[in-house]
């Protein structure tokens, strides 16, 4: 069966930094791009990062940009979050998903549980 | 950027009704959109994709329909598992942004 599993969510200072990790099993990393996505409390859906395959591409939101940066380890099967100089505002459950294609179409078609981030003197 | 704006933000509606949501884009966007489903501290699930592909396992009470900055999703008939947060996403554009989500009550 597919997972995607999130982990490394803590209670940080402002200013203070965190790594998330996401590890999957159950498919094919390697062939997917993957991405994270952010939920803060009460709120929406916010896309945060993405990465290619091969982890040689990477994109951000401008909120997080300079700040945060996505990174995989294949051979490990798993994808990271750097999370630096975090401020109250990054306080979210942060989920990670798999980025789906066919065709033409494009989707999340597999997302993790998420894991809590909160940033808080 | 584009925006998507969703319409409404709450709905209320009982077993067996039928519900449409809408979901509309700032400008055109072919069919470059997703729909999820998510439920309280739950992950997103996704429903619809390319604005009106059921993905598979998702009953076929869920349907889409739209191109170009109008879109709709409909549940035919609600189910007491479907009461639920229903966003919108912006497909294959950066920056994929998600609608503000609609709240289906009872």
Redesign the interface.
């Given at each position: 069966e597919v997972h995607l599993v999130e982990s490394g969510g803590d209670l940080v200072q402002p200013g203070g930094s965190l790594r998330l990790s996401c590890a999957a099993s159950g498919f094919t990393f390697n062939s997917y791009w993957m991405?994270w996505?952010r939920q803060a409390p009460g709120k929406?859906?916010?896309?945060v990062s993405?990465i290619k395959t091969d982890g040689t591409t990477t994109?951000y939101?401008?909120s997080v940009k300079g700040r945060f940066t996505i990174s995989r380890d294949n051979a490990k099967n798993t994808m990271y979050l750097r999370m630096n100089s975090l401020r109250a505002e990054d306080t979210a459950v942060y989920?990670c998903a798999r980025e789906?294609v066919?065709g033409?179409?494009?989707?999340?078609?597999l997302?993790?549980?998420?894991t809590l981030v909160t940033v808080s003197s | 950027d584009i925006q998507l704006t969703q319409s409404p933000s709450f709905v209320s509606a009982s077993v067996g009704d039928r519900v449409t949501v809408t979901c509309r884009a700032s400008q055109g966007i072919s069919?470059?959109l997703?729909w999820?489903q998510?439920k309280p501290g739950?992950?997103?699930?996704?429903l619809i994709?390319?604005a009106s592909?059921l993905?598979s396992g998702v009953p076929s009470r869920f349907s889409g329909s739209g191109s170009g900055t109008d879109f709709t999703l409909t549940i035919s008939s609600l189910q007491p598992e479907d009461f639920a947060t229903y966003?919108c996403?912006l497909?294959?554009i950066?920056?994929?942004?998600?609608?503000?989500?609609t709240k289906l009550e009872i």
């Open positions: 991405h996505v929406g859906l916010v896309w993405r994109t939101a401008d989920y789906g066919a033409l179409d494009w989707y999340f078609d997302w993790g549980r998420g | 069919t470059w997703a999820y998510q739950k992950a997103p699930n996704l994709y390319g592909s993905q966003y996403q497909a294959n950066f920056p994929y942004t998600f609608g503000q989500g």
